[in-house]
């Protein structure tokens, strides 16, 4: 598919995705980064608003896996504590855990969307898979890496807010 960097959908928080906004796309399935998507990088304990999303989307009948580069033990923890499915070592914005991700749950790209913090690991992985591109704010950018990589994505933020709200005239 093609290569950018551009979101398809921008939302403050993974908890203001919801089911219908991902139905109304024809979206049936919602691959998660895990790292500063659903929780932060420091913990593996979701916030009350994160688990209450979470049980939420399970009982709307999306499905969901989280879709992580992480090589940690704590992803695959938190997976099995709150009942998801997991993909580790993605290798995103490469196909790796994208292509695991649509056989294991046997999914076209136009069904499925992936959600996450980065630009270029996240958005231009899903774009790149064809599926639907969704960036959210990170958690917490706490290191001055993770300050200035969000630095260097603003203006593809900007231009996916513009293509946006384009869509929606």
Same mark, same amino acid.
């Given at each position: !598919?093609?290569?950018? #960097?551009?979101?398809?959908?921008?939302?403050?928080?993974?908890?203001?995705?919801?089911?219908?906004? *991902?139905?109304?796309?024809?979206?049936?399935? *919602?691959? !998660?980064?895990?790292?500063?998507?659903?929780?932060?990088?420091?913990?593996?304990?979701?916030?009350?608003?994160?688990?209450?999303?979470?049980?939420?989307?399970?009982?709307?009948?999306?499905? #969901? /896996?989280?879709? &992580?580069? &992480?090589?940690?033990?704590?992803?695959?923890?938190?997976?099995?504590?709150?009942? *998801?499915?997991? @993909?580790? %070592?993605?290798?995103?914005?490469? $196909?790796?855990?994208?292509?695991? /991700?649509?056989?294991?749950?046997? #999914?076209?790209?136009? $069904?499925?969307? *992936?959600?996450?913090? $980065?630009?270029?690991?996240? @958005?231009?992985?899903?774009?790149?898979?064809?599926?639907?591109?969704?960036? @959210?704010?990170?958690?917490?950018? %706490?290191?001055?890496?993770?300050?200035?990589? %969000? @630095?260097?994505?603003?203006?593809?933020?900007?231009?996916?807010?513009?293509?946006?709200?384009?869509?929606? %005239?």
């Amino acid at each position: !598919m093609a290569f950018c #960097l551009v979101p398809d959908l921008i939302f403050p928080a993974l908890t203001d995705v919801t089911a219908e906004a *991902l139905r109304s796309r024809g979206i049936t399935f *919602l691959m !998660m980064d895990f790292d500063n998507t659903i929780v932060p990088y420091t913990t593996d304990v979701p916030t009350e608003k994160m688990r209450a999303w979470i049980e939420a989307m399970k009982a709307s009948g999306i499905g #969901l /896996c989280v879709v &992580s580069n &992480s090589k940690k033990p704590r992803v695959v923890t938190f997976c099995k504590t709150y009942g *998801l499915d997991c @993909v580790t %070592h993605a290798k995103k914005p490469f $196909q790796k855990g994208i292509s695991e /991700c649509l056989t294991r749950f046997h #999914l076209r790209p136009s $069904q499925a969307a *992936l959600v996450g913090d $980065q630009i270029y690991t996240d @958005v231009l992985g899903a774009n790149c898979a064809g599926l639907t591109s969704i960036l @959210v704010s990170a958690i917490d950018n %706490h290191t001055i890496w993770l300050k200035l990589r %969000h @630095v260097a994505e603003l203006p593809f933020i900007a231009w996916g807010k513009r293509r946006i709200r384009y869509e929606k %005239h």
